[in-house]
């Protein structure tokens, strides 16, 4: 059971990028993914989630119409669409999964993100924001 997360590279203020978080060893659909990042210095945050079985997205304040998060069935595999980007989202990003309740449209925003409930986590890929 594992998480490979990829896609991470230099990008310049305004650009694009995609990560993408593939799963092995198990099926995506019973499950939420979320993808965290680090800032070197600073605690690591959530910044988007997704329950599986219906697409349904949550995004951090910071990044809200600016990330976009989507999954494709096939190929067992969760992206995160990054545009606009901005020097402050440099970071190493990670992707990790938790039980689908966690990120329940009830649940509170700093419960979708508690970090102890996600079990899986993949190595991280690194974005850099530069010009």
């Known amino acids: 059971v594992q998480l490979q997360a990829s896609g991470g590279g230099l990008v310049q203020p305004g650009g694009s990028l995609r990560l993408s978080c593939v799963a092995s060893?198990?099926?995506?659909?019973?499950?939420?993914i979320g993808w965290f990042r680090q800032a070197p210095g600073r605690e690591r945050e959530g910044v988007s989630c997704m329950k599986i079985s219906d697409s349904s997205p949550y995004y951090a304040d910071s990044v809200k119409g600016r990330f976009t998060i989507s999954r494709d069935h096939a190929k067992n595999t969760v992206y995160l669409q990054m545009n606009s980007l901005k020097p402050e989202d440099t970071a190493v990003y990670y992707c990790?999964?938790?039980?689908?309740?966690?990120?329940?449209?009830?649940?509170?925003?700093?419960?979708?993100?508690?970090?102890?409930?996600?079990?899986?986590w993949g190595q991280g890929t690194q974005l850099t924001v530069s010009s």
């Open positions: 060893g198990f099926t995506l659909e019973y499950y939420a």
């Open positions: 990790a999964r938790a039980f689908e309740a966690v990120v329940h449209p009830t649940a509170s925003p700093d419960s979708k993100f508690r970090e102890e409930e996600y079990d899986v």
